[in-house]
């Protein structure tokens, strides 16, 4: 069992892209799923495509939630389920990708969040 990790956007393309790189890094068997935009493609959060991104990468150990900004945060939190499903407060990049390093290393699912809210911390320079 792995924790699985969702993407969300504002724009699907930057949530697929983000997912894409993340799972380049980490590994292209780790869980990690976008869910971005609209259901009719446009610019916004659709709680229905959270919600079905949650049940799609979901293989028992839990899940985390990276949302970018707005109502993607408000849409998140509310499909959080205390112990199985987590909303992580972190850069949407930088968190993708150390989530999706731990969860696909096996973490259980507080380690994933904490490897994402690690990512604060990380510097460039």
Same mark, same amino acid.
């Given at each position: 069992?792995?924790? %699985?990790? &969702?993407? &969300?956007?504002?724009?699907?393309?930057?949530?697929? #892209?983000?997912?894409?790189?993340?799972?380049?890094?980490?590994? #292209? $068997?780790?869980?990690?799923?976008?869910? %971005?935009? /609209?259901? $009719?493609?446009?610019? %916004? /959060?659709?709680? $229905?495509?959270?919600?079905?991104?949650?049940? *799609?990468?979901?293989?028992?150990? %839990?899940?985390?939630? =990276?949302?970018?900004?707005?109502?993607s945060v408000l849409t998140a939190r509310l499909?959080?389920?205390?112990?199985?499903?987590?909303?992580? $407060?972190?850069?949407?990049?930088?968190?993708? =990708?150390?989530?999706?390093?731990?969860? *696909?290393? *096996?973490?259980?699912?507080?380690? &994933?969040?904490?490897?994402?809210?690690?990512?604060?911390?990380?510097?460039?320079?």
């Amino acid at each position: 069992m792995m924790v %699985g990790v &969702v993407l &969300v956007s504002h724009s699907a393309g930057l949530a697929a #892209e983000a997912a894409a790189l993340a799972r380049g890094i980490a590994g #292209e $068997d780790a869980p990690v799923v976008a869910a %971005g935009g /609209t259901a $009719d493609g446009g610019l %916004g /959060t659709s709680l $229905d495509l959270v919600e079905a991104a949650v049940r *799609g990468v979901d293989r028992g150990a %839990g899940v985390v939630i =990276i949302p970018d900004l707005g109502s993607s945060v408000l849409t998140a939190r509310l499909l959080e389920e205390d112990g199985r499903v987590v909303v992580a $407060d972190v850069p949407f990049v930088e968190g993708a =990708i150390a989530a999706a390093v731990a969860a *696909g290393a *096996g973490s259980p699912l507080a380690d &994933v969040l904490e490897a994402a809210e690690e990512a604060r911390a990380f510097r460039k320079l």
